[in-house]
């Protein structure tokens, strides 16, 4: 499911269960831990634990038991609750697919991503190569938070020329440098939809000229309008992607003294 807009109490859950933040980092915290960010995290079963979506949104995807599961553990957990995962784990979707699940859900997509990600995982792909300038530029990105950034800028502080640094990352990602800054500043907006700002406000914090730039980007990306999608998020859809029912058993625990 996606998740977003929420502190939550300490609880547990009865399944092994994988973070992905969409657009930035979330925060999370033990009992016995300070708060920590992380870009994404597997989490064992019956850890007790909180989460700050710090005004953004997560991809939570829960494992029962069985062959992956116990690959994902023995693979990653061993005798530890948590690992986070540095590496970007989104580098693995074609640019906008993740924004094409939230804006037009389907289970036939979403169970698309989720088997790729959870595949990744398991055989360690997570780790592949790329260029490391590829990555330099996709973090400064993502970290952006003005919508102003170009690559202009970017270029600069990667030490490259801006004609290079457009031609290494076409190559690597299929898509131009141009191109994907413009799906994050989408991937933004929609969040700050997600977590309740109207179409202005989430126009605004996106970086686009206004209510109108945001409604044809939206639209010519996607084929879906801002008002759409926000009286579409209302319904807080959730999506099943196996064909038999989950059993997730979630145990809130109360706050530590």
């Given amino acids: 499911m996606f998740y977003s807009s929420y502190i939550t109490p300490f609880h547990s859950h009865n399944t092994l269960h994988l973070i992905i933040d969409i657009c930035g980092e979330f925060r999370f915290r033990t009992p016995d831990t300070a708060w920590m960010t992380y870009k994404s995290l597997l989490i064992k079963e019956n850890v007790i634990h909180k989460l700050d979506t ?5 991809l939570i995807i829960y494992l029962e038991d069985g062959e992956l599961a116990d690959c994902l553990r023995s693979r990653y957990l061993l005798d530890r609750d948590t690992v986070g995962f540095d590496e970007e784990m989104l580098f693995l979707l074609e640019p906008g697919r993740l924004q094409q699940c ?36 996709i973090r400064l990105v993502r970290a952006d938070r ?33 191109q994907y800054i413009l799906l994050h500043k ?17 126009a605004a914090a996106g970086g686009f000229a206004d209510s109108s730039h945001f409604h044809r980007v939206l639209f010519n990306l996607f084929g879906v309008s801002p008002s759409r999608f926000m009286k579409e998020n209302e319904r807080k859809r959730i999506e099943r992607v196996a064909s038999a029912p989950l059993h997730v058993v979630t145990e809130v625990t109360s706050e530590p003294r």
């Fill in 54 to 58: 710090s005004r953004g949104v997560q």
């Fill in 102 to 137: 939230i804006l037009n859900p389907g289970s036939r997509l979403l169970e698309q991503v989720v088997r790729q990600l959870l595949s990744a995982l398991r055989t360690g792909e997570i780790y592949k190569s790329i260029d490391p300038r590829v990555k330099n530029a």
């Fill in 146 to 178: 003005t919508g102003e950034l170009t690559s202009t800028e970017i270029a600069r502080s990667l030490f490259m020329s801006e004609s290079r640094l457009r031609s290494v990352f076409r190559d690597c990602l299929g898509i131009s440098l141009h």
């Fill in 186 to 202: 989408v991937n933004f907006a929609i969040t700050r939809i997600m977590n309740g700002d109207n179409v202005a406000e989430a």
